[in-house]
């Protein structure tokens, strides 16, 4: 099992930059990847991007460039850094864990936090 909790959300103006951290618990944290999504109003969630153990992060196409994705292996923490904050960046973002060594299949949920842009 993996326990995630979310920080870091909240309102800022376009152009601007938000930094989101997701701690994480549980015994097979070195085993697991670590994603992030994000569920807009009125749309699916989305892929946002992904991180395992070690190694590079990916991203959707859609944020290369804006965002990145670090983690922190000694805090059991992953972050989600986004600049240049765009109004369609408003969405609830998830921290999401896969199921040990098996980096695409995100079965573990944070509860989300809240990021609002304003233009």
């Known amino acids: 099992q993996v326990q995630l909790v979310e920080s870091g959300g909240g309102l800022a103006q376009a152009g601007g930059s938000l930094r989101l951290s997701c701690a994480a618990s549980?015994?097979?944290?070195?085993?697991?990847?670590l994603g992030w999504f994000r569920q807009a109003p009125g749309k699916e969630r989305e892929f946002v991007g992904g991180?395992?153990?070690?190694?590079?992060?990916t991203y959707a196409d859609s944020v290369k460039g804006r965002f990145t994705i670090s983690r922190d292996n000694a805090k059991n923490t992953v972050y989600l850094q986004i600049d240049n904050l765009r109004p369609e960046d408003t969405a609830v973002y998830y921290c999401?864990?896969?199921?040990?060594?098996?980096?695409?299949?995100?079965?573990?949920w944070g509860q989300g936090t809240q990021v609002t842009v304003s233009s």
């Open positions: 549980g015994r097979t944290f070195g085993s697991v990847a």
């Open positions: 999401a864990a896969s199921r040990p060594f098996s980096p695409s299949e995100y079965i573990y």
């Open positions: 991180i395992r153990y070690s190694g590079s992060p």
